[in-house]
């Protein structure tokens, strides 16, 4: 039942307390003014208690219907009561029948939604008691249930989004710390193999020279990328820097801000994936050994990227060419991607002057 259970286990407490409290003034008031008709609605919310503590348990049940059930029943003895109090509605002071009762389905709808569904439950079950007042002149029209339920809807809702958003911060930091525990283990592995492994080679290579010597260079950067990778602590999910620093290696230079740049995950993805795709290009038309530099920063509505290369710069009229022939690496993989995540992109380049692409992103995603 996780942090709702008990504020489903209180909601119960408070409907069997309620049903004492309306049997107690059913028998204060001599059933009121049709004893038999008091019976038999205290009857039904006493059965509807039973049934909605039972229904509320289980997590399978609690939805829109058995809402909306409660709902009903609670309108129908609200609604009810008139009929059993009969002259003594018209007295001041004298509580109807469902009494507090009726705050049930208030709470529930609270939990089960938040703040705003608990003022909507409120607002139902407070707009039927002053409609219950204001259609008999000669009963006082007070507005203090109402408010009460209200603020009751508001002040429960809030309480229970709150505790569910602490709940899944506690399951994401446990699932942390199990991620962090698993990557240290293999950490530890891939320290005693793996690495030493490269290491060597990059030792072997330098002190055989000539292809070797090239070889263990090589040996030596994937040493390199990969104790970065492992000692890496786990992002905060949409943290674009996380995703950005995994493109840095011998030729590529990534810089970011010493904070994360936090978008929603599946825009910080798309803009992860569309600066390796500029970085693909970078390799393919100005070669695997150009020098690429990644930069990333975030201002108050947006957060720019760009991605700046060291090569000849592109031709005039080269994408546009690219883009008819069917070769569509900057138009789709980069520039489509960027515009469904709701932003743009701007190619900065001059003949003998290398390449700047520069990413606009606004700090909300694609909102």
């Given at each position: 039942?996780?942090?709702e259970g008990?504020?489903w286990r209180?909601?119960?407490?408070?409907?069997?307390?309620?049903?004492?409290y309306?049997g107690?003034l059913?028998?204060q008031?001599d059933?009121?003014?049709?004893?038999?008709m008091?019976?038999f609605?205290?009857?039904?919310?006493?059965?509807?208690?039973?049934?909605?503590?039972?229904?509320?348990?289980v997590?399978?049940l609690?939805?829109?219907?058995?809402?909306?059930?409660?709902m009903?029943?609670?309108l129908?003895?609200?609604?009810?009561?008139?009929?059993?109090?009969?002259?003594?509605?018209?007295?001041e002071g004298?509580m109807?029948?469902?009494?507090?009762w009726?705050a049930g389905?208030?709470l529930?709808w609270?939990?089960?939604g938040?703040?705003r569904l608990g003022?909507?439950?409120a607002a139902?079950?407070?707009a039927?008691?002053?409609w219950?007042?204001?259609?008999?002149?000669?009963?006082p029209?007070?507005?203090?249930?109402a408010?009460?339920?209200?603020?009751s809807?508001?002040?429960?809702?809030h309480?229970?989004?709150l505790?569910?958003?602490?709940?899944?911060?506690?399951?994401?930091?446990?699932?942390?710390?199990?991620?962090?525990?698993?990557?240290?283990?293999?950490?530890r592995?891939i320290?005693?193999?793996?690495l030493?492994?490269?290491a060597?080679v990059q030792?072997?290579?330098q002190?055989?020279?000539?292809?070797?010597?090239e070889l263990?260079?090589?040996?030596g950067?994937q040493?390199?990328?990969?104790?970065?990778?492992i000692s890496?602590r786990p992002?905060?999910?949409?943290d674009?820097?996380?995703?950005?620093?995994?493109?840095?290696?011998?030729?590529?230079t990534?810089s970011?801000p010493?904070t994360?740049?936090v978008?929603?995950?599946?825009?910080?993805a798309?803009?992860?994936?569309?600066?390796?795709?500029a970085?693909?290009?970078?390799r393919?038309?100005?070669?695997p050994?150009a020098r690429?530099w990644?930069?990333?920063?975030?201002?108050?509505d947006?957060?720019?990227?760009?991605v700046r290369d060291?090569g000849?710069?592109?031709?005039?009229?080269r994408l546009e060419?690219?883009?008819?022939d069917?070769?569509?690496g900057v138009?789709?993989s980069?520039?489509?991607?960027?515009?469904?995540?709701?932003g743009?992109?701007?190619i900065?380049?001059?003949?003998?002057?290398?390449?700047e692409?520069?990413i606009r992103?606004?700090?909300?995603g694609?909102t």
């Amino acid at each position: 039942m996780g942090i709702e259970g008990p504020f489903w286990r209180a909601i119960a407490v408070f409907r069997v307390a309620s049903l004492v409290y309306a049997g107690v003034l059913l028998v204060q008031h001599d059933g009121y003014a049709r004893p038999v008709m008091g019976w038999f609605v205290l009857s039904l919310m006493a059965l509807w208690t039973a049934a909605s503590i039972f229904a509320y348990s289980v997590e399978a049940l609690r939805g829109w219907p058995l809402l909306v059930i409660d709902m009903l029943v609670t309108l129908a003895c609200l609604l009810a009561s008139p009929y059993v109090e009969g002259p003594y509605q018209y007295a001041e002071g004298v509580m109807p029948l469902p009494a507090t009762w009726i705050a049930g389905p208030v709470l529930a709808w609270a939990v089960y939604g938040g703040r705003r569904l608990g003022a909507l439950g409120a607002a139902i079950v407070a707009a039927a008691d002053v409609w219950l007042r204001v259609r008999t002149p000669e009963a006082p029209v007070l507005i203090n249930g109402a408010v009460l339920l209200f603020l009751s809807g508001v002040v429960v809702g809030h309480v229970a989004r709150l505790a569910k958003q602490a709940e899944e911060r506690m399951q994401r930091a446990a699932e942390m710390e199990a991620a962090q525990r698993e990557r240290d283990r293999l950490s530890r592995g891939i320290h005693d193999s793996v690495l030493q492994v490269l290491a060597l080679v990059q030792r072997r290579g330098q002190e055989l020279g000539g292809e070797a010597a090239e070889l263990g260079r090589l040996a030596g950067e994937q040493e390199a990328a990969l104790r970065d990778l492992i000692s890496l602590r786990p992002a905060p999910s949409g943290d674009l820097r996380s995703l950005l620093t995994r493109y840095g290696s011998a030729t590529v230079t990534v810089s970011t801000p010493a904070t994360p740049i936090v978008l929603p995950p599946a825009t910080a993805a798309e803009v992860a994936a569309a600066v390796g795709a500029a970085l693909d290009n970078v390799r393919t038309h100005v070669g695997p050994d150009a020098r690429a530099w990644v930069f990333a920063e975030q201002e108050e509505d947006c957060v720019i990227v760009s991605v700046r290369d060291e090569g000849n710069g592109i031709p005039p009229g080269r994408l546009e060419e690219a883009e008819r022939d069917g070769r569509m690496g900057v138009a789709q993989s980069i520039k489509g991607r960027i515009a469904d995540a709701g932003g743009t992109v701007t190619i900065i380049t001059a003949p003998g002057e290398g390449t700047e692409l520069e990413i606009r992103i606004p700090a909300g995603g694609n909102t």
